[in-house]
Nanobody, 120 residues
Framework: QVQLVESGGGLVQAGGSLRLSCAVS????????MGWFRQAPGKEREFVAT??????YYADSVKGRFTISRDNAKNTAYLQMNSLKPEDTAVYYC???????????????WGQGTQVTVPS
C-alpha cells in the first residue's frame, strides 16, 4: 500500500517562504508522477503543480513563486513556496499517480494534507 505523508506547513507572513515535503512509502516514488493540490475553506480542491520524470507544470496562480521538485533517492517530493500571499492559505495535499495531469482524478494516492496559513 502506497502512503504519502506531507509536512512543512505552518503560519507564515505574506512575502515569506515555506517548503512542503511529501514522503512516499510502500513503493518507490520513481514509479509515479507527483502532484500538489490545495483546498481553501469553502472552495474545491485545486491543482497547484505536478512533476513527472523530466517535466513540471504549474497553475498560473503560483507560476514563478512555487517550485516542485523530487528526490527519488529519498522517496520525497517537495513544494518550495516563495512570496506567499494570503490567497495561498489552504490545506495542501500531495498526490501520486501514473498520468501527468492537472486533474485530481488522475492521482490514485493522496496524503492527509498540511495546513498553510498566510494572514492578511
Amino acid at each position: 500500500q502506497v502512503q504519502l505523508v506531507e509536512s512543512g506547513g505552518g503560519l507564515v507572513q505574506a512575502g515569506g517562504s515555506l517548503r512542503l515535503s511529501c514522503a512516499v512509502s510502500g513503493r518507490t516514488m520513481s514509479t509515479y508522477v507527483m502532484g500538489w493540490f490545495r483546498q481553501a475553506p469553502g472552495k474545491e480542491r485545486e491543482f497547484v503543480a505536478t512533476i513527472s520524470w523530466s517535466s513540471s507544470y504549474y497553475a498560473d496562480s503560483v507560476k514563478g513563486r512555487f517550485t516542485i521538485s523530487r528526490d527519488n533517492a529519498k522517496n520525497t517530493a517537495y513544494l518550495q513556496m516563495n512570496s506567499l500571499k494570503p490567497e495561498d492559505t489552504a490545506v495542501y495535499y500531495c498526490a501520486a499517480g501514473t498520468e501527468w495531469s492537472f486533474r485530481a482524478s488522475a492521482y490514485a494516492y493522496w496524503g492527509q494534507g498540511t495546513q498553510v496559513t498566510v494572514p492578511s
